[in-house]
């Protein structure tokens, strides 16, 4: 086996990825348009590629997506990450716990819907936000400490990827976006509706808007959520999206020595 760190998206590791593009989406995002902000270490075994380890350096997150524990252990004792977040196959839990102190540990659901199997509701209402909306929307995510970024995060995020939101007056009670597109398919996240707004149908809204725009650009709109919600996976599956998989959210501080 061999580990080396890949200038950006060749054909050796496109091909891995093409095998199930559900969980690589921000992968192919990373690798084609913030390329900058971000590394990857492929690992090879017989001429081909059996995984791979990335980051996306300005907010310290990693991707572990490999074929077996072996090939999992060897990419994260070869880069031996400090610190950051990952996400991660649930059976490989235990190498990282070997490897890092983990602060924070939260089961995901990784879901997807393909053209063809949406089956969205009216969105009509529904504004595509502008920078213009910067402060609206700040003022939405504030409500909610999952979501919570600075001003200037959520700038950046308008800038480079679509966002979508519902208005009741001038106020932005609903809002969803875009994680990642590609010609491959797009992940949606930053679900959120106002407290005071909820159980009338905006976030379905709001995520048929994001999940259409996907859609018409690609074959493929995943997202992850929590494992414990239970309102949005049936918000979900009845715009037509199916379980892919699980999926875990660990945060460490550093790798043992």
């Known amino acids: ?99 890092a102190e983990l602060v924070e540990v939260h089961n995901w659901i990784l879901m997807k819907v393909e053209k063809g199997e949406e089956m969205l509701v009216d969105f009509d209402d529904v504004v595509k936000l502008s920078i213009s909306h910067a402060d609206k929307l700040y003022d939405l995510y504030r409500l909610w400490p999952a979501g919570s970024r600075s001003r200037a995060y959520i700038e950046n995020w308008i800038r480079k990827l679509p966002l979508f939101g519902l208005f009741e007056g001038d106020e932005l009670v609903s809002a969803s976006g875009l994680l990642a597109r590609s010609s491959y398919g797009g992940v949606i996240g930053g679900v959120f509706t106002h407290p005071n707004y909820r159980r009338r149908g905006y976030a379905s809204k709001v995520v048929s808007a994001a999940t259409s725009y996907i859609l018409r650009e690609s074959g493929l709109s995943a997202l992850y959520l929590s494992s414990d919600n239970s309102a949005a996976f049936g918000l979900y599956r009845k715009l037509g999206y199916k379980v892919h998989s699980r999926r875990m959210f660990v945060k460490f501080q550093r790798m043992k020595e």
């Open 1 to 99: 086996m061999r580990v080396a760190e890949r200038a950006g998206l060749d054909e050796k590791l496109l091909s891995f990825i093409k095998r199930d593009l559900a969980p690589h989406l921000f992968t192919i995002y990373d690798l084609l348009y913030e390329r900058e902000n971000t590394r990857v270490w492929v690992l090879e075994e017989d001429d081909e590629v059996k995984g791979y380890l990335l980051n996306w350096k300005p907010l310290d997150s990693w991707i572990i997506e490999v074929d077996d524990v072996e090939h999992a252990e060897v990419l994260l004792n070869q880069v031996a990450p400090e610190k950051g977040s990952m996400i991660i196959d649930p059976k490989f839990l235990r190498i990282i716990e070997r490897n």
